[in-house]
């Protein structure tokens, strides 16, 4: 067992992405993970906050940091924006002494302190390199044998930090979906926008970028879309009945995070891993594995 | 004498803004921009920007403060990173960007066209008082604002209706915030970081 702290992230927790809070806690033991819960943690502030005032923003991001470093774990999230607003945090401090030593000053009045030592990841980017795709294969009971899915991972999973995938072409979750046995679809926007938050105050010009995304999935034959981000997954989700009203389309595209189908593929039990939440449903597409899972239990 | 007058003033005024640009954490980059435009190119919203992030490079380095500050640009840059990564000058176009939107709030020139600034300060608010985000408190936040600043018309949030209300019957949407048992850290840290004047 491995062990990590764990920061869902409000949407992942009980908000918007709910689905994926909960079947990333119905697949972490199968995987060997133990995520321990940061006690307490703040929201990460997000693109608003970064955007608003850098001094507190990157201190009320720091205050996770902080209380992250007395686990000596590893930081783990679920939402690609918490990763890269942790991360940049992270970086601005490494790179701007005089930065780090004001949010010290701040952080000094509620009685923390970050020195610098936390590592921030992403939890596909753990399961992929930590547990490995080997293991997961192993471990398939299930294989989503015929079930065409478009690997989605949106911006900030892979950008702007290099390192874990290639942030021009990824190719990790191509893997994973191959590993599950499922069929993996061409997706050539694989890692473009989806216009993120600003679906709330731009929406016009978010369901254009949503659009297209759904267009390239559809026409490459995608039953599904599978994804890494909560934000992508409501977006793509709950708006398609907005982009199909604006652009008269008729997409019909289930969009599940990439842990309900790892749990799928395992065997866990279907109601464990929160399939009925996608305002788009899963259960025809679903329904030759969610049976097979049922009738093994 | 006028003449030279005006020119001082302009390079002053020119001067200034670069350097404030260059002071910003994320501005310095823009000293490496070999104006490719490159970061044009692969933005997705760089047709509804006023000036493409190229051109608004080129606009800080002449001094067009209040062309730039005053500008929708930044306010449709979805953090995409795109530019970031594709940059062959290692220019932090996405952190200008950000920085850009705390420049023109800090000086109180941002445009009334844009909307983003209020989605932006409902999210913010949420977490100041709770120290998380309350996605359904800080949609209706920002909705009633925008539709109280004339910049949304009451009838077009109907359109939002299904979406909502979909949202919610899938069990995805929190009635009541939740609130931290740190909250008053989260004031705390607040204040203090407004007490020490920000990063400047």
């Given at each position: 067992m491995k062990y990590y702290s764990y920061f869902p992230g409000c949407s992942s927790s009980e908000g918007t992405a709910v689905a994926y809070g909960i079947s990333t806690r119905a697949i972490s033991s199968a995987l060997g993970m133990e995520l321990i819960e940061l006690e307490d943690w703040n929201c990460c502030g997000s693109t608003p906050y970064s955007s608003t005032d850098e001094l507190q923003s990157v201190s009320?991001?720091?205050?996770?940091l902080a209380l992250a470093e007395k686990t000596g774990l590893d930081l783990v999230t679920p939402c690609s924006a918490c990763y890269t607003v942790l991360n940049r945090a992270n970086s601005q401090l490494q790179q701007y002494p005089d930065l780090k030593d004001k949010v010290n000053e701040v952080l000094a009045g509620v009685g923390l302190e970050y020195k610098g030592?936390?590592?921030?990841?992403?939890?596909?980017?753990?399961?992929?390199?930590?547990?490995?795709?080997?293991?997961?294969?192993?471990?398939?009971?299930n294989p989503l044998r015929?079930?065409?899915?478009?690997?989605?991972?949106?911006c900030q999973l892979v950008r702007p930090e290099p390192g874990f995938d290639n942030p021009h072409n990824p190719q990790s979750l191509d893997h994973l979906i191959t590993s599950l046995g499922a069929e993996l679809v061409p997706f050539p926007l694989k890692d473009r926008c989806c216009g993120g938050s600003l679906v709330i105050s731009e929406m016009d010009l978010a369901l254009g970028l949503i659009q297209k995304l759904l267009e390239s999935a559809a026409s490459n034959g995608a039953q599904c879309i599978i994804t890494v981000c909560p934000l992508c997954q409501t977006n793509l989700d709950a708006y398609q009945v907005l982009v199909n009203g604006k652009f008269r389309t008729r997409y019909n595209l289930p969009v599940l995070f990439f842990t309900q189908l790892i749990g799928l593929a395992l065997g866990i039990e279907p109601k464990a891993l929160a399939l009925d939440k996608g305002v788009v449903s899963a259960e025809k597409i679903l329904a030759p594995f969610t049976k097979v899972a049922e009738t093994a239990m | 004498m006028g003449k030279t007058g005006h020119n001082q003033t302009a390079t002053i005024d020119r001067d200034s803004f670069l350097e404030e640009v260059y002071s910003v954490p994320g501005g310095e980059s823009i000293r490496w921009c070999i104006q490719c435009g490159t970061c044009s190119g692969s933005c997705p919203n760089v047709t509804r920007m006023d000036f493409s992030p190229r051109k608004t490079i080129a606009l800080i380095r002449t001094g067009k403060r209040h062309d730039v500050l005053n500008s929708n640009s930044m306010w449709v840059c979805a953090s995409c990173y795109l530019c970031t990564v594709r940059c062959p000058k290692d220019v932090k176009i996405t952190e200008l960007m950000h920085a850009l939107e705390r420049l023109s709030v800090?000086?109180?020139?941002?445009?009334s066209r844009v909307s983003t600034p209020a989605m932006y300060r409902a999210f913010v608010d949420s977490i100041k008082s709770n120290g998380r985000t309350h996605e359904l408190g800080m949609m209706m936040k920002y909705y009633l604002s925008a539709i109280f600043t004339g910049k949304m018309n009451p009838f077009a949030t109907i359109k939002m209706l299904p979406v909502a209300l979909k949202l919610f019957t899938h069990g995805r949407m929190s009635i009541k915030p939740t609130k931290i048992k740190g909250a008053e850290q989260i004031k705390t840290i607040v204040e203090r970081a407004k007490a020490l004047g920000g990063v400047q």
């Open positions: 009320i991001a720091t205050r996770d030592g936390v590592k921030v990841r992403h939890l596909f980017e753990v399961i992929y390199n930590d547990v490995g795709l080997e293991f997961i294969e192993s471990k398939v009971t015929g079930l065409r899915i478009a690997p989605y991972y949106g | 800090a000086h109180g020139v941002t445009s």
